[in-house]
């Protein structure tokens, strides 16, 4: 049997017996006696339904993955791939047009294999939890869009990649590595103004405490900003966040409307002064830096298998291609890009624990961003109490528990 088709396989299975495994250990080490410190801000009934919230989720990604992990498999060993490029090459279009068509087909079928799971997830288990408030013509909407921007800037960028791997020879993983950082650079900085207001109302936070309170925290801690937004995230679910955007002087605060409708005038310029806290000291720039040098890994060990025989055969393709290479490459890199998230994650726990440390030392007021966590992880229906693998290979973020015990100690400090 083919290497590179044992290889995939056998990452496939392992994949989705950690995932599942994971969460399996997650749901079964929920806690069913609320923690102390959460006492007030659950009652009986509300821990419970957090709990059984979780346990749904867990289920239902547990169905979604099994189904999703069948679904790829079937299509290799059935060479779907195959009679997909075969069917584009009967177009007649030029080698990137090709490429172009064949991929956005693939994400065509990815996207309706994925829709009923979108559906499902918005309409049933969010409703029955109170938290969603997407209507289906909010929810059309969205995927026309998000359709729409794929084609607009995901396809030419994914064009010239395509025309650098064909045209630059063995030079062209050093070009796309600095197109595609580049474009990522760049993004960041269109975003906020062209992209989320797409998506999302964006109006200028209204003069009064709360605005007055945000900027001489900013002004007394040298913070340039272009602005302070409320964002309608009410429009689509009843969960609450708080987010900056942009860099230099084109960073603005964003602040959900529930947020506001929910937190103290201390509480949400401590969470702002979480968030102040990862651009002063920089991680919102070191994370960037690291997912370029991923990129670059990335691409480099695609040089080495850029229309390689054996991996085509693996699939069962009749004819080698750059596009196909692409895709095909995606699945061998899982082991190093599901570790290397693992070392992400490492790193941004360890920002945000920097990040409160920040703001207590900034805002003298330690006890007032526990009570924002705090009421944070209760409006969202936390899981309190994850299993320490769940959290290890997949947040970004610590426990709340250990964050406000993290809190606790700087105010013994």
Do not use: C
């Not at 309706?112 to 209507?135: A, C, H, Q, W």
């Not at 994914?158 to 045209?167: H, K, S």
């Not at 860099?247 to 603005?252: E, I, K, L, P, T």
Request: proline letters at 3%; zero cysteines; hydrophobic letters at 50%.
């Amino acid at each position: 049997m083919n290497i590179y088709l044992i290889l995939i396989l056998i990452t496939l299975v392992v994949k989705y017996m950690l995932d599942s495994g994971v969460d399996w250990l997650n749901v079964h080490h929920l806690e069913p006696a609320l923690p102390e410190e959460f006492k007030g801000f659950y009652d009986k009934e509300k821990y419970f339904r957090s709990q059984q919230y979780t346990r749904e989720k867990t289920v239902f990604g547990l169905i979604q993955n099994t189904i999703t992990t069948a679904f790829i498999m079937a299509i290799i060993l059935t060479g779907g791939f195959n009679v997909i490029d075969q069917l584009v090459r009967k177009l007649q279009f030029g080698s990137i047009l090709t490429g172009l068509i064949y991929i956005l087909f693939l994400i065509l079928v990815s996207g309706i294999l994925d829709l009923p799971f979108r559906i499902y997830s918005t309409f049933v288990i969010e409703e029955k939890y109170g938290f969603n408030k997407t209507t289906s013509l909010t929810f059309i909407l969205d995927l026309v869009k998000g359709f729409l921007l794929l084609l607009v800037i995901g396809g030419p960028l994914l064009a010239l990649v395509l025309w650098f791997f064909q045209e630059t020879g063995n030079l062209a993983p050093l070009y796309v590595w600095i197109a595609v950082s580049l474009f990522q650079i760049f993004l960041t900085f269109i975003a906020p103004v062209v992209i989320m207001p797409l998506f999302n109302k964006f109006i200028p936070l209204e003069k009064g405490e709360l605005r007055s309170e945000i900027e001489r925290y900013a002004r007394d801690h040298d913070f340039k900003l272009k602005g302070i937004y409320t964002m309608d995230g009410s429009k689509r679910s009843a969960k609450s966040n708080a987010f900056f955007t942009g860099f230099g002087r084109s960073r603005r605060i964003v602040l959900f409307d529930t947020l506001v409708e929910n937190h103290t005038t201390d509480e949400l310029v401590g969470v702002l002064a979480h968030e102040m806290g990862h651009y002063k000291l920089g991680h919102i720039l070191k994370m960037m830096v690291l997912s370029i040098l991923e990129t670059g890994l990335l691409l480099f060990l695609l040089s080495f298998l850029m229309n390689n025989q054996s991996l085509f055969e693996a699939f069962k393709m009749e004819q080698l291609s750059v596009y196909a290479s692409l895709i095909f490459f995606g699945f061998l890199y899982v082991p190093v890009s599901t570790l290397l998230s693992v070392f992400t994650n490492v790193i941004s726990r360890k920002y945000e624990y920097i990040a409160d440390r920040f703001a207590v030392q900034t805002t003298k007021q330690g006890e007032i961003l526990v009570q924002a966590l705090k009421k944070l992880s209760a409006d969202n229906l936390s899981n309190l109490t994850p299993h320490p693998l769940k959290v290890f290979l997949f947040y970004s973020h610590p426990p709340v528990l250990e964050r406000i015990q993290a809190i606790r100690q700087l105010k013994r400090v």
